[in-house]
Every structure is written in C-alpha cells, then in structure tokens.
C-alpha cells in the first residue's frame, strides 16, 4: 500500500516530467527562430561591415573629405541595420523568454540584443551623431600645430617636447598643439549632448553608464576599482613625481613650483618623462622598427606577414597622425595603421597595435560572425601592452640584437625603474580621463576647463597655467571619438600583469619575473592563440579569463609588479 508521501512524491515527479517535456518544443522553437535569425543578420550585415570598416580605412590614410563622407555614409548604414524595430522586438521577445539554453546561440543573442539595444533611438538622433564624429575626427586629422611659423606634424610636437630645453620653445609647442581644442570643443559638447540624448531614449541615466553597461560592464564595479586603484598608487606616485620634479627643474633651470605642463615631455603627462639616464630612444634611432616587430612576432609563433603587406606604417600628408588596428571583415583581413620613426616611443606602439592584430587574426574561423571579436576591448588591449612594454626590456633588446649582454645588464636597474614609472605616471592619467568622461557626461553643462585641470591637478600633481582657461581637454582626440573607452587602457594592464606572470610561471616554467622577454619562445604564441585568441567572444569576458589562467581579473599582479 502507497503512502500519501509517496503518492505525493509521484505526482510531483510527474508534474516535473510534464513541465520539462512542455517547455522542450518552446526552447527548440524559440532556438530555432534565433539561429535563423542569425543567418539572416550575417547575410545583411557582412558586406555593411566590411565597406564600412574599408571606407574609414581609406578616409584615415587621404584625410580627403570625399573619403570621410563614404566613411559617414557606411557607419550610418550600419546603424540603420540596427535600428530596426522589428528586429529589435524579435531579439526581446527571444531574450525575455528566457527558452534559449544552448550557450553559442545565448552568447549570440546578448551581444546582439545589446547592438540593437544601442541603434533603438530616434534615428535622426543617430545619424546626426554620425556624421558630426565624422566631422570632427575629419578636424583632427587635418590639424597640424604651428610653431615659429611652421607647421608640424604631433611627431614633431612630441619630439620638441622630450629633447628641447628651450623653455620658450616648450611653451610655444605645447600651446600649438593644444590650438586644437577651440577647434572642436564645441563640437564635442554636442556630442556630449546628443550622446546622453540617445542613451536617455534607451533608459539609461547618461552616455556613460551606457557605454559601460552595454559592454558587459558594472558602472558601479569599475569606478570602485579606479577609487582602488587610486589608494594603491597615489603614494607611490607622489614619491616619484617628486623625483620627477626634482629632475625637471635642474634641467630646465627653473624651481620646482615654476614647473608647467610643457616641462613633462608629453603632451598631456600620460607617458613618463626621462628622470633616468638610460635613453631608449637611441637604441632604436638607426633601427628598423617594421623589421624588429615582425621578427618577435614571428619567434613566438605569431606570423603578421599577411598584416604588414596591408598596413600603412609611415607619415603622410593628411593622414590619421595616431595609430590603430582594424579587423576589416571579421574574416582576417587585419591592417594596422602606424606612423613610424625610429624611435622608442613608436617601437612601443608597433609591438601594441600588432597585439592587437595577432588577436584578431588567430580568432577561431569557426566562430559565429557576432561572436569573432576579443571577449572584450580591455582584453585586446591587455595583449597590445604586455607586448608594447617589451621596448623597454633591456632583455628583449638584447636577444633582439639591439644591444649587447654588456650594456643589457648595465642598463637593467633605471630600465625597470623607467618602466614602473611609466606604469605609475599613465595610471594617473587614466584617472584624469575617467573621471573626465564620466564627469562629463553627468553634466555637459558644467565648465569642462575648469573640470579638466582640477583633474589634473588632483590625480596627476599638475599645475596649471596661470589664467588658462580654454578647452585643452579637447586637444584629446579620445574624448571627442573613442568615447567612454579609455579606462579600458588600464584594465588591460591590470591583465597584462595578471598574464605575464601566468605565462612565466605556467608556460614557461620560470619563477624569475625579471627575466624575461618571450623571443624565440614559439609556446607563448601557441598558449595565447588557444586560450586567448581562438576563444573570441565565445564567452563573458571574465569567464574567459578565468579559462585561461585559473582565476578572474585581479589587480594584484599589477601591484606586485609595479607598486610594491
């Protein structure tokens, strides 16, 4: 004879039972409905995509304005696709119902909900903001400085700046390249506005919090983790801002309190000036940077012959005077764009943007369109530092060839030294531009000089120039067009840390973290192509990076690198 418990117990098995079998035909219809829906969007989208991505190309090499017009247009056929609103409600009535359980196609369908998500606006809006960003990035790339009636390109800024001990020279450079701002400042407010205009229609508080939320970040976690990161290295940096100083004023023959923004050999203080007396630039004057950057790569596995034969590396009238990486098609056609001198600054930038373009071209080919991308924009960017930040690896320059074992091991100690400063200078600069953007786009309305240097001042230990007033947070072409990313930058060398220490340690086998270059180490290469690469956006980017070192993002390798 049953009991009534066991009676009970059978019942509810069988609801159980009743429940899964109901629910299978919806998951597989709904599964079904989202994978040809996806079938579809790669059909439309892909070749949009790819004369999208051609026409910046183009636009970024000629600087003519019939080429930026074809950029604007393909950036506005792209966000055309995505403001469909019947699409859109396909997406949310697919993801409300929570019936997608097959992961590939739920991974698939959040990075596309959030594409649409962000088109849903007016699309006049939308437009508008196309092709003001067209029009603005269009002034930058246009803009050159002049000094003593000349103009220059920022290589030649930048150059003034670091070698120059002509304090009315400095002064005069500084200024020139900061003659920019008035240029687009206004522009960039609008934007500003139209930004928030857009994310308000689409439920979010500012630009900002949309920005962050929609590339499946917390708001809230990462301006915790830049207040951490602000106690972590404010004491260290004021340490060595003092030595800086100390430094400046004997070599510009002016007291400590006389120091300007002109005197930090960089146009915003983001990259550190020379207090040591070992000169990377030297190093690299009579090499060819192009030739050292391919043969690394190569050592390691990582062939970027394809890459190179498509990039444009080398100054040109007109041209973007930046440097950038951009997959073309999702389909390995990667370019690298470049302005290349002999020195260490661009040895740094190549080694960075060709990370970038190793990421991209060892995606794995099977991968859905929507999911061929890096797990996420810090993650790439993570891979561009930890191998940008070999140009000032007295190791890597010896087994490179650039220098010998003898001056290798003479220069070891102020390379690290150079190295931790540099490390420590840009993490106060990318609080200044943090806080900036999130500042501003809380209210655009607010004086943005004023904001700027209160900012600088706080975190970078600037002074600013008596009676400045005008807009130089504008002269940062960041702000204007790459907006809300540039706290990105910091998080990838948070996992740059997190990455050299587990590939030392896990792949190379090594315990000794100072010695190490990766040249000729091809298992660097095949470990990143497999647990980094390949991947793409197959998974949240924090899972990802729990696959591949055994733990998520931590800031602690970084401090044990650089603070400590």
Not at 349 to 356: M, P
Not at 378 to 406: K, Q, V, Y
Not at 505 to 511: A, K, P
Request: with cysteine; hydrophobic share 40%; glycine share 4%.
């Amino acid at each position: 004879m049953r009991t009534p418990r066991f009676t009970a117990l059978v019942m509810m098995a069988l609801a159980m039972l009743s429940m899964l079998y109901s629910c299978q035909p919806k998951s597989k219809k709904m599964e079904k409905e989202l994978f040809d829906f996806i079938a579809r969007y790669e059909t439309s989208v892909k070749p949009i995509y790819t004369e999208s991505n051609l026409a910046y190309w183009n636009a970024s090499i000629s600087g003519k304005a019939e080429d930026w017009a074809r950029a604007e247009e393909g950036q506005v056929k792209l966000t055309e696709l995505h403001a469909s609103k019947e699409n859109f409600a396909l997406l949310k009535k697919i993801k409300e119902s929570g019936a997608v359980t097959d992961a590939l196609l739920l991974r698939q369908l959040n990075t596309l909900y959030n594409s649409y998500l962000s088109s849903q606006a007016d699309i006049e809006k939308l437009k508008e903001k196309i092709k003001l960003e067209t029009e603005v990035e269009q002034k930058y790339s246009n803009f050159r400085a002049e000094v003593r009636g000349k103009m220059i390109p920022d290589n030649e800024v930048e150059e003034i700046l670091k070698t120059s001990t002509d304090n009315a020279l400095l002064q005069e450079a500084w200024f020139a390249h900061k003659n920019i701002g008035p240029l687009v400042s206004d522009d960039v407010k609008r934007l500003a506005k139209l930004r928030n205009e857009i994310a308000s229609e689409l439920g979010f508080s500012n630009y900002h919090q949309m920005s962050l939320t929609l590339s499946d970040q917390n708001p809230v976690d990462v301006h915790l983790l830049f207040d951490e990161l602000d106690l972590l290295t404010r004491d260290a940096f004021a340490q060595l801002k003092d030595d800086i100083d100390t430094h400046l004023s004997k070599r510009y023959t002016v007291e400590k309190h006389e120091l300007m923004p002109w005197h930090y050999q960089n146009r915003f203080f983001q990259e550190a000036p020379r207090i040591y007396t070992v000169d990377f630039d030297k190093y690299y004057a009579n090499q060819n940077i192009e030739k050292l950057t391919r043969d690394f790569y190569h050592g390691i596995g990582l062939d970027i012959d394809d890459v190179l034969a498509k990039s444009d590396m080398y100054e040109k009238s007109g041209k973007n005077q930046h440097a950038y990486c951009i997959h073309i098609d999702r389909e390995g056609d990667v370019r690298v764009l470049c302005n290349l001198r002999s020195n260490y600054n661009w040895m740094n930038t190549n080694l960075h943007e060709f990370g970038h373009a190793v990421y991209d071209k060892y995606l794995d080919p099977v991968l859905p369109f929507v999911l061929k991308d890096p797990a996420h924009p810090f993650t790439t960017e993570a891979i561009a530092m930890i191998f940008g930040r070999f140009a000032s690896n007295p190791l890597w320059m010896c087994d490179m060839g650039i220098i010998t074992h003898t001056e290798m091991e003479k220069i070891a100690r102020e390379s690290f030294n150079s190295l931790r400063l540099e490390q420590l200078v840009f993490s106060r600069w990318s609080q200044v531009m943090y806080r900036f953007e999130k500042g501003m786009y809380e209210n655009p309305d607010q004086d943005l000089n004023a904001l700027w240097w209160n900012l600088a001042e706080t975190y970078q230990l600037l002074h600013k120039p008596i009676g400045r007033n005008e807009p130089d947070w504008a002269a940062k072409i960041h702000v204007a067009l790459y907006p809300c990313y540039y706290h990105n930058y910091h998080l990838g060398e948070l996992l740059a840390s997190q990455l050299f220490y587990h590939i030392t340690t896990s792949v190379l086998g090594s315990g000794d973290f100072s010695n190490q270059s990766f040249v000729n180490q091809p298992e660097v290469g095949d470990y990143l192509k497999t647990n980094v690469f390949m991947p793409g956006s197959r998974w949240y980017w924090n899972d990802m990076i729990e696959k591949a070192i055994g733990e998520k993002l931590t800031a602690k390798y970084y401090a044990m690198q650089f603070v400590e």
